[in-house]
T-cell receptor, first 111, second 112 residues
Framework: KAGVTQTPRYLIKTRGQQVTLSCSPISGHRSVSWYQQTPGQGLQFLFEYFSETQRNKGNFPGRFSGRQFSNSRSEMNVSTLELGDSALYLC??????????FGPGTRLTVL | QKEVEQNSGPLSVPEGAIASLNCTYS??????FFWYRQYSGKSPELIMFIYSNGDKEDGRFTAQLNKASQYVSLLIRDSQPSDSATYLC????????????FGSGTQLTVLP
């Protein structure tokens, strides 16, 4: 099976812009979670989607949003980018045993 | 207060030694415990998971869980230089949500 895929792998944006990141889970996996990883804060949970419904959301401002499509693919959007949004954004999909497999990540740099 | 704590490291061990990585968690309702390995510039890779008290072995890796003490550890036997990475402990709380709470990681260096 193919693993979790994320696009794009790298992004450079400027403050105030918005960005959309995409994630395709492992075939057959219906749950997708998003995490932000920074050197200072580590890995922090953003949100989880299951069957197109957001089931859980982390402690992030409303500028961070996401959605999931009927084919389980997911997108996350960050509006009005700030310098502090520079991070590695990781998507993970779950199997039926709750084992979570991460994609390669999208490295976002905000200038 | 951080919910998942790991020994901060960095930790250095000689090749062939046993590396011991430790993690404590605050939520007594936590159900599942995971160890991930992350190489520099890469995404986390699942090494092991453990749900029940006791030991679970997989090759050179052994995970140990003690729910009464809210403690989980990872032992790496016969450490190899390729094991040099950051090891992340992650905890899933009770309930249906699949949110993982991660520790800050322990950087391990295996010296040839």
């Amino acid at each position: 099976k193919a693993g979790v895929t994320q696009t794009p792998r790298y992004l450079i944006k400027t403050r105030g812009q918005q960005v959309t990141l995409s994630c395709s889970p492992i075939s057959g996996h219906r749950s997708v979670s998003w995490y932000q990883q920074t050197p200072g804060q580590g890995l922090q949970f953003l949100f989880e989607y299951f069957s197109e419904t957001q089931r859980n959301k982390g402690n992030f401002p409303g500028r961070f949003s996401g959605r999931q499509f009927s084919n389980s693919r997911s997108e996350m959007n960050v509006s009005t980018l700030e310098l502090g949004d520079s991070a590695l954004y990781l998507c993970a999909s779950f199997d039926s045993y709750n084992e979570q497999f991460f994609g390669p990540g999208t490295r976002l740099t905000v200038l | 207060q951080k919910e998942v704590e790991q020994n901060s490291g960095p930790l250095s061990v000689p090749e062939g030694a046993i590396a011991s990585l430790n993690c404590t968690y605050s939520d007594r309702g936590s159900q599942s415990f995971f160890w991930y390995r992350q190489y520099s510039g890469k995404s986390p890779e699942l090494i092991m998971f453990i749900y029940s008290n006791g030991d679970k072995e997989d090759g050179r890796f052994t995970a140990q869980l003690n729910k009464a003490s809210q403690y989980v550890s990872l032992l790496i036997r016969d450490s190899q230089p390729s094991d040099s990475a950051t090891y992340l402990c992650a905890v899933k709380s009770s309930g249906s949500a699949r949110q993982l709470t991660f520790g800050s990681g322990t950087q391990l260096t295996v010296l040839p």
